[in-house]
């Protein structure tokens, strides 16, 4: 039987349609690079959301915790939180003259930013409790959400919430799109990704896990507030992240994310039950393109061998880190 060239032009184009479709629907994770590290994704992804499968997950059991700095968005040449730190100290320093003799104040406004951290993690939450306190919640969340807004990477001239990971991003919505409720478990200041992690994630604030201060209620003329107090409540880094899961989430993840030694226990938690589990390091290993540092992940990176973790290399598995600027 003749088929007609104007019909025959027609199912040409039908198939090739239809095979764009099913390539596009087979590449969840356009950015990345065809790897083993992409393929333990997609298996365990499909493999615990097929109905038909001995390790399906209901729905509601689909939970994946992912660990922010270093994992979501680069965490170097400092941790962001630090720099919003250091542009609070500049912005209050009127205020206290104090800060001119005292450490790491002192060394903050010199620009010394090698002496004012020389005291490790002291001085790092000596300085996050003097300028991420004592204000009401509603006026720190308004603080972040105006810094987000306008703060750049000093090494890319990108606002710190563009230096999230392409890569990343796309596996964040192929998780949701199969089901999964997506949160971050992170040691950074739990008030301090909440404003933005929607807009930049996707992940609402109900869905963050992280480090606080503790807050006092508090009746005014104008209503009721809640104010930061200048002492820590809770650390959600390292033994503390399974115990932030436990309280904030109330269910075990059956999938982790992290990048350094910080995440070690939060992905033993993940993958220490039965059923199918999935626990995955990003290893940062592109100096061109971004970092390229072991340094606070060697020991994860050594557990990861050992008992199967996923591990994404940075270099050879992503085509692209950021994602492309918005003209």
């Known amino acids: 039987m003749r088929i007609r060239p104007r019909l025959r032009l027609l199912t040409l184009v039908l198939v090739l349609t239809c095979c764009a479709f099913q390539l596009n629907a087979a590449d969840p994770l356009p950015s990345w690079n065809e790897s083993a590290a992409k393929q333990n994704i997609i298996q365990f992804v499909e493999k615990v959301t097929s109905k038909d499968s001995p ?40 205020q206290h003259p104090e800060w001119k003799t005292e450490e790491p104040f002192a060394s903050i406004l010199k620009g ?38 306008t703060a750049r990477h000093p090494k890319t001239g990108r606002l710190f919430t563009q230096m999230v990971y392409q890569p990343m991003l796309e ?10 409720k997506t949160f971050i478990v992170s040691g950074g200041g739990i008030e301090f990704m909440r404003p933005w992690t929607e807009r930049v994630y996707g992940i609402p604030p109900q869905q963050v896990v992280g480090s606080s201060v503790k807050t006092k209620f508090e009746m005014r003329e104008d209503g009721p507030v809640l104010i930061r107090l200048p002492e820590i409540n809770f650390i959600d880094d390292k033994a503390g992240k399974p115990v932030g899961i436990n309280s904030h989430i109330g269910q ?16 033993e938690w993940a993958t220490g039950a039965s059923g199918a589990r999935f626990a ?44 492309p600027l918005k003209k």
Do not use: C
């Open 171 to 180: 596996l964040l919505a192929y998780m949701r799109s199969k089901g999964f």
């Open 112 to 149: 010394d930013y090698k002496t004012a951290f020389a005291g490790g993690e002291a001085a790092v939450l000596k300085l996050v409790v003097a300028t991420h306190t004592g204000m009401t919640t509603t006026e720190f969340e308004k603080i972040v959400n105006e810094w987000s807004k």
């Open 252 to 267: 075990r993840p059956i999938a982790a994310f992290g990048n350094s030694d910080g995440d070690i226990q939060m992905l």
């Open 55 to 94: 390790d399906y997950v209901p729905p509601e059991h689909r939970i994946a915790t992912f660990d922010n700095d270093g994992t979501l968005w680069t965490e170097k040449p400092q941790y962001f939180q630090v720099f919003f730190a250091i542009d609070r100290v500049k912005a209050l320093a009127p």
């Open 280 to 323: 995955l390091l990003v290893h940062h290993t592109d100096a061109k393109r971004e970092y390229a540092y072991n340094v606070g992940a060697v020991q994860a990176l050594k557990d990861a061998s050992e008992k199967g973790w996923t591990v994404v290399n940075m270099k050879d598995d992503w085509k692209v880190i950021y994602p």
